[in-house]
């Protein structure tokens, strides 16, 4: 009886062992980025959207400080796609994690629209569809 017992907790040991260091997939990350405050909708497997407008010069806020952050905001459609020949806006910030959306680096505001912004910060892209009151 004894050895047995013995044997019941060796294996349950080695199971512990095993499912707490990576023989089951971790879950993704949940997207924790704002706009103005607001969270953000996933629309698509790879897209967010925002539902409600925002100021041209509205914080953008993601989850931690990071090394490095690139936002590329275009013109889209209602469905995210990239309207054809507009030229993209670029914010290059370090060492936070905020920027708004008024730091291009063209310094020019967005105007009022639809954009598809990708952001891009800690090896991962986030897709981002949001408008611009």
Do not use: W
Not at 20 to 27: A, D, E, R
Not at 90 to 98: K, P, Y
């Amino acid at each position: 009886m004894k050895k047995q017992l013995i044997a019941f907790i060796a294996v349950a040991i080695v199971v512990s062992v095993g499912v707490g260091f990576g023989c089951s997939k971790p879950l993704p990350p949940v997207a924790e980025t704002q706009i103005a405050g607001m969270t953000l909708d996933r629309t698509m497997p790879s897209l967010f959207k925002l539902a409600t407008s925002v100021a041209p010069d509205a914080l953008v806020q993601v989850p931690g400080k990071q090394e490095s952050i690139t936002a590329n905001i275009f013109p889209a459609t209602e469905t995210g796609a990239v309207k054809a020949g507009d030229k993209a806006e670029v914010i290059l910030v370090s060492g936070t994690d905020h920027f708004k959306l008024d730091q291009t680096m063209s310094k020019k505001d967005l105007a009022k629209g639809l954009y598809l912004m990708n952001i891009v910060y800690g090896g991962k892209t986030e897709r981002v569809l949001f408008s611009v009151k």
